[in-house]
């Protein structure tokens, strides 16, 4: 299967014709539009090695991540950056979207746990960074570039995560609140030693996820108070199927200081402590992105303001450089992620 | 190709005569970091001041051509800061400055001449600290972390280096500034900063780090546990994992090991065990005991001869001082020793020792260990005479095996002390030349000239192919005072 995907590569560039890597389809509608000859990964599929002892897994592209999440709750451990499925996805969707859930501020991000890969780059090369070990500082860290990187920069093959332990306790509590409240609330929450695994806040309600060892959540629990709240809450905010999610309107994703005011007219949804922002707003681009550097066009209709924010002149430069390097032909998903590229 | 005068004249020019060292009595110590197994005199120093200072000798050395090599306290293990004889050695000492801490946000903005230990100590009187802990932390430096990818003994649960940046600025080799990450957990576009963190200064000059800070643990403890084989105390580790407890530090020790730090710090090790194992749980008070109570558990099903769980946070430090204290405590009974670093998977843990074992009889050398047990990461250190040239050569054959095992059992040269130029022909070992080209277009598409530590970390093809094969030297460490891992 690897000799296929080289050669249907190398085959690509030698004719210069655009590929659009593809597993579930389930990100379809991340980033830009995408465009080029389908190159469908679900054939290279199936979980390489796991030892649960050892807190790492590799799998193959085209794992439904489903698959790969069920086999790691038979050991009780979980990907602990919570990933959105959004409907059939695979582990290499999944790493190349980069996109994390609930759990992120307190876990990390995608980033965060890959330890390796093996990735086939724009010349058809078979190549592999980083590895199955915790600790790796040999060569540069390849692997964690990948993670984000919508498939520009070669097809991701296979991925060695770091996994962690499921917490034995977790318990969801609900507050009333308003916004600038919540955010203090999040906040001083973070800089406390509390086993808090993820906060949201929308429409005057804060939700907190606390997780860990059971004396301790329940300890923690007191100290918080409200209400208890439905687990499920955290799977409809992470696979967006929550009320606020829906609509036509556009959607933002605007990543700031967990402590930033975000001065815009819109309906919000806040997660990660503060520091990940939901907007769906009628302001345009330029507003959005004059407000808060980062911000992303998630979902809509029109993404000509392109789907990322800019980069500024000397990280547009490197960008284009590292795309060089690793697609001469410039025919991996191009444009996915910036038009120029 | 300047000349030591026109390189001194050009930076005089916008530098005062204190931050220039050019006369060998002032560059003499500055010819090598923690590796002094590799000297080498740097034609001049340089220690700016500010980033204006910092930007101008980038842009000066960009247009005389000649080499630049970042240095923080110089405390690497890996020769990353060995100096060019045909260039600057940037010294980032003077950038001291605690930008800012914001406690609300959990973040602090500082210099990357700011000691490591220095951040947490910033850090505590609002409760928070910086996790990562190399066992240098009194010394090294946050730019240094940031070059190696540091990692300490809390980094199981806690991360590395790269896990606690959230953002660097500085300058490109040519002098042009660039910001990577910033104070929000995301960033547009690449995930540059995962490149520049483990780089060893080959990337990017850092003029400013901004990292996370977190909650101090409320209570911790620490158990020590005896067991009569190395292999039963690795078990004991997959046994504590499988359990679902990730401790906030797991240690391992050998009897060699244990025996030259007893006699060092008198730390309280059970000097009969084969292995004792530190595990350490911190948290809320309730998640300390109930996790102590879960591992001890384990431990003594996994056959443990021997526990201790610390009683006081004095007893608790002084556990884990003769840990921090194995390196110098090694160096007390011999005349030098040999650290390795190689990373493997856990489980092949038994039959790595066992081979470490084996050569200790075919080299007829000494070689204690320490171990990350929790993330895999070894530190066997061969004891040697570096004045016995036959010792010397058996101690480079040796280390040349082990490491070449670590990578063979799916593991690498390295975990967290860096390739620098001592493990740069091992790099032959553990990749293909596909990959080292890769990483070479990494380095030119950020330093098209190739002049910031040129020569480090990743070895030219020409150069795999006339090694052939790895080749180690030996090196023995300054600063013997330091604790180190």
């Known amino acids: 299967m690897i000799e296929l995907f080289q050669e249907r590569i190398r085959e690509a560039a030698a004719r210069g014709a655009a590929l659009r890597f593809r597993g579930g389809g389930s990100k379809d509608f991340y980033g830009n539009a995408p465009r080029g000859e389908v190159l469908d990964t679900r054939g290279y599929a199936g979980i390489v090695s796991y030892e649960p002892t050892e807190l790492v897994v590799t799998a193959r592209c085209g794992t439904p991540l489903a698959e790969l999440e069920e086999a790691l709750a038979r050991n009780f451990q979980i990907l602990p950056f919570e990933p959105p499925h959004f409907g059939a996805a695979t582990l290499g969707g999944c790493v190349a979207a980069g996109l994390s859930g609930p759990r992120r501020a307190g876990a990390g991000g995608v980033r965060d746990f890959v330890l390796g890969t093996r990735v086939i780059d724009g010349r058809g090369r078979d190549l592999r960074f980083g590895g199955a070990v915790m600790k790796n500082v040999a060569g540069y860290d390849v692997s964690r570039v990948l993670a984000g990187s919508l498939g520009t920069l070669g097809l991701i093959a296979e991925t060695s995560l770091k996994v962690l332990p499921r917490p034995p306790c977790e318990r969801t509590l609900c507050l009333e609140m308003g916004e600038t409240d919540a955010i203090a609330a999040m906040n001083r929450w973070g800089g406390q030693p509390l086993p808090v695994s993820a906060t949201a806040w929308h429409a005057g309600r804060l939700f907190v996820r606390l997780s860990g060892a059971e004396p301790a959540v329940h300890a923690a629990a007191h100290r918080i108070g409200g209400e208890n709240a439905d687990q499920g809450f955290w799977k409809e905010l992470k696979e967006q199927t929550h009320p606020f999610f829906a609509g036509p309107a556009p959607l933002w994703r605007i990543s700031l200081p967990s402590t930033a005011t975000l001065d815009l007219a819109g309906e919000k949804l806040i997660e990660w402590g503060g520091a990940l922002r939901w907007l769906k707003t009628s302001a345009s681009a330029d507003e959005v992105r004059r407000a808060a550097q980062h911000a992303t066009l998630f979902r809509a209709g029109d993404k000509s303001a392109g789907a990322f924010s800019p980069l500024d002149a000397v990280n547009a430069r490197l960008h284009k450089a590292l795309k060089a390097a690793f697609d001469p032909a410039g025919i991996l998903n191009p444009g996915r992620l910036y038009a120029d590229f | 190709m300047g000349s030591r005068l026109s390189v001194v004249n050009a930076l005089r020019g916008f530098l005062p005569e204190r931050a220039i060292l050019h006369e060998e009595e002032d560059t003499r110590p500055y010819e090598c970091d923690g590796l002094t197994a590799y000297r080498q005199l740097p034609m001049v120093v340089a220690l700016p001041e500010t980033e204006e200072q910092v930007q101008r000798i980038l842009k000066t050395c960009f247009s005389l051509k000649i080499p630049v090599v970042p240095r923080g306290a110089g405390t690497g293990l890996s020769g990353g800061a060995l100096p060019p004889g045909d260039g600057v050695l940037l010294s980032m000492a003077k950038f001291m400055r605690p930008v800012r801490v914001d406690p609300v946000a959990r973040i602090a903005v500082v210099q990357p001449g700011v000691r490591n230990a220095a951040i947490s100590e910033l850090a505590a009187p609002h409760g928070l600290y910086y996790a990562p802990d190399p066992s240098s932390q009194i010394a090294c430096t946050i730019g240094g972390n940031v070059a190696e990818n540091s990692g300490g003994v809390h980094c ?54 901004t990292v996370k800070l977190l909650p101090k643990p409320q209570a911790a403890r620490v158990i020590m546990a005896s067991f009569a084989d190395v292999e039963k105390a690795g078990d004991a580790v997959a046994k504590i994992i499988a359990a679902g407890i990730i401790p906030a530090g797991l240690e391992m020790m050998d009897k060699p090991a244990t025996r030259a730090v007893e006699e060092f710090v008198g730390a309280g090790y059970d000097l009969e065990a084969a292995a004792i194992l530190l595990c350490e749980s911190d948290g809320s008070s309730e998640e300390v005991e109930d996790e102590i109570a879960r591992m001890k558990a384990v431990l003594e099903g996994a056959g443990a001869t021997r526990m201790t769980v610390s009683a006081s946070e004095a007893e608790r430090l002084r556990f884990w001082s003769g840990r921090k204290a194995a390196f110098p405590a090694v160096g007390r009974i011999s005349p030098d020793y040999y650290c390795m670093d190689g990373t493997i998977p856990r489980k092949r843990l038994g039959e790595v020792l066992t081979f470490i074992g084996e050569l200790e009889k075919k080299y007829r050398l000494r070689c204690p260990n320490v171990f990350h047990a929790g993330d895999g990461n070894l530190h066997p250190l061969i004891l040697f005479d570096a004045n016995d040239p036959d010792e010397l050569d058996r101690t480079e054959r040796f280390a040349a095996e082990v490491l070449e095992k670590c990578v063979a059992v799916g593991g690498t040269i390295t975990g967290e002390h860096g390739v620098g130029v001592e493990k740069i022909n091992q790099m032959c070992v553990q990749f293909r030349p596909d990959e080292l080209e890769l990483f070479h277009a990494v380095k030119h598409a950020f330093d098209p000239a190739g002049l910031l530590n040129p020569g480090k970390a990743v070895p030219t093809l020409a150069r795999c192919a006339e090694h052939g094969r790895m080749r180690v030297h030996g090196g023995k460490l300054p600063h013997p005072e330091l604790p180190r891992f």
């Open chain 2, 156 to 209: 199981l649960k806690y991360g590395l280096t790269l896990h606690n940046v959230l953002g660097v600025r500085g300058f490109t080799a040519a002098g042009e500034p660039i910001t990577l990450g910033g104070e929000a957990l995301d960033a547009p576009g690449y995930d540059l900063l995962a490149l520049a963190i483990g780089s060893e200064g080959m990337l990017m000059v850092i003029t400013e780090v």
